[in-house]
């Protein structure tokens, strides 16, 4: 039992400790001091300033980083800069890596809310940022739970769905990222809520800190952090996928990989060489000498959904019965050229402005004549078109025969035909057997 240890309950309090070496090196260089501030941690109070010989020490819940905050978490929400709904939105869930030596609970806890200042300036627009702090103890618990703070984790993971819902984001659009002890948040709350992650270098054991109790967590949570994981681990097929950076060159925390056997977990081996051989150097060095391959790796993960590859076809349509070359498909479009038919299957992608567009073989010239003779199987609706935003109407009937026969007047130069997406529903086929243009004016 501490001497002279008085309990406290107030939102706030300062004490003066001795010997005072004016900074956290109070706490990690005298036992006693050690005790108390672990008390006070284990009470639900952090460490938040020091002024004329006197530490401030103030409950979790009334800190203020000046952001956003609800109950004990403090975090910030930011965006990409936007000026139109290019994409679908997302969502980027960063945890911030670990500081440990300044007064200020925002910096030690949240790096002020700016790990990664620029991030912002480096990802895909119609992105989110959620920052959370590492609101624990006196420097942060990694982002696990402990005695005083039970519910840390439940807490987080419900912020993260509440503020995905409110902004609209769909789940597969979110992705978790954190560096060192953010590394370890990033993980963990991916693994808990099923989410994808991007992480460098996480730091998976408290080993090294625990040793001059730089983080002063020793004595409150176990050195090796891989066993609060395995609890989170996944049986069940899942398609979200976590992926982690590290270096076999790494001397501090590649070991720890080995426990992380979970399915939706993909560990890339960094070729990297090193100056030094400190392991903490080397840790920095990942962390920090990797940041563009990082942020590649997490601008991938958020943009999966708005790409995909496609493959152009080829085929050549032949000259006797298609005046039109085949034509590229989109995300409207699947195109295929099956037993002398081409055949346009429409997707299942609502969104606004679909066509397909075929390229004609000899461009329609403004003021001419032209006779088209199509043969399909449904209605569809014609424009000609240059891809820019006038277009022009191709009137025609279809017979019962499924051909149409029109006369057609350009009044300016089209180089292409478009199909409207939006007069074919989901999983239709249009099967197109011939596509014929003739030029009037040039038959006469």
Do not use: C
């Not at 925002?106 to 119609?126: H, V």
């Not at 935003?389 to 180089?415: A, G, L, M, Y």
């Amino acid at each position: 039992m501490l001497e002279n240890f008085v309990e406290r309950t107030e939102p706030e309090f300062w004490e003066a400790f001795s010997p005072d070496y004016q900074g956290l090196a109070t706490f990690k260089n005298d036992r006693e001091n050690n005790q108390k501030i672990k008390a006070y941690a284990k009470a639900g109070y952090t460490l938040d300033g020091y002024e004329n010989g006197n530490y401030r020490f103030v409950k979790l819940e009334n800190l203020d980083f000046g952001y956003q905050k609800s109950g004990k978490l403090q975090y910030r929400i930011t965006s990409s800069e936007n000026d139109f709904q290019y994409f679908q939105s997302k969502l980027l869930v960063q945890f911030p890596h670990a500081s440990f030596d300044n007064l200020s609970a925002a910096n030690r806890l949240f790096i002020d809310g700016e790990a990664l200042p620029t991030l912002e300036k480096s990802i895909p627009r119609n992105t989110y940022v959620l920052r959370i702090a590492d609101t624990n103890m006196i420097s942060g618990s990694f982002f696990l739970n402990t005695e005083n703070y039970p519910t840390y984790v439940q807490e987080v993971q419900e912020l993260i769905q509440e503020v995905q819902e409110k902004l609209g984001v769909a789940k597969d659009n979110v992705v978790l990222i954190g560096s060192s002890r953010g590394g370890v948040g990033a993980i963990l709350h991916a693994l808990a809520g099923d989410y994808n992650a991007v992480v460098n270098d996480p730091a998976l054991s408290l080993a090294y800190g625990h040793n001059a109790d730089e983080y002063l967590l020793a004595d409150v949570m176990a050195d090796n952090l891989t066993d609060a994981l395995v609890p989170y681990f996944k049986k069940e097929n899942s398609n979200k996928k976590i992926t982690i950076i590290s270096s076999s060159t790494s001397k501090l925390f590649w070991p720890y990989l080995q426990a992380l056997t979970d399915k939706r977990i993909q560990i890339i081996d960094l070729d990297m060489k090193h100056a030094k051989n400190n392991g903490i150097v080397r840790h920095g060095a990942i962390t920090e000498g990797n940041i563009p391959f990082y942020l590649s790796l997490i601008n991938e993960r958020l943009t999966r959904n708005d790409w995909r590859f496609v493959v152009p076809n080829d085929e050549v349509l032949p000259s006797n019965r298609f005046d039109i070359r085949m034509p590229m498909p989109n995300r409207w479009f699947d195109v295929t050229y099956f037993e002398n038919q081409l055949i346009l299957t429409r997707t299942s992608d609502q969104s606004p402005d679909g066509h397909l567009n075929f390229v004609l073989n000899t461009a329609f010239q403004g003021g001419g004549q032209y006779e088209m003779d199509i043969q399909l199987n449904q209605q569809i609706e014609l424009l000609a078109s240059n891809a820019i935003i006038v277009t022009q109407v191709i009137d025609f009937e279809r017979n019962e025969e499924n051909n149409i026969r029109t006369i057609f007047k350009p009044h300016s130069f089209w180089s292409m035909i478009s199909i409207s997406a939006m007069a074919v529903a989901s999983g239709d086929k249009i099967v197109i057997d011939k596509f014929k243009i003739k030029n009037l004016d040039a038959d006469t």
